[in-house]
């Protein structure tokens, strides 16, 4: 029952981490889920939309800074 529970929280967690994802800016959701989803370097982001290098860097301080603020919560759950 234990393994059951702890399986339906990380279930509901990782949905909510998919809905914030998917909330975040185009252009800054794209940059994320290409950095840490298909794990591909900021070089290779870059080159494949056209962006400097630094706008890459830029968009995912920005994705992480808004998945952050938007699941604060969860962070503290994982502290505590």
């Known amino acids: 029952r234990i393994e059951a529970a702890l399986r339906e929280k990380q279930r509901q967690t ?3 981490i998919r809905l914030a994802v998917n ?8 940059v994320f889920e290409e ?3 298909a794990g591909k370097t900021v070089d290779v982001i870059a080159d494949n939309m056209g962006l400097t290098v630094s706008t890459v860097r830029v968009q995912l301080k920005n994705a992480t800074d808004r998945l952050k ?3 604060k919560h969860l962070l503290l759950f994982f502290i505590c």
């Open 14 to 16: 990782e949905e909510e």
């Open 23 to 30: 909330q975040l800016p185009a252009k800054c959701r794209i």
């Open 35 to 37: 950095y840490f989803y």
């Open 69 to 71: 603020q938007t699941l």
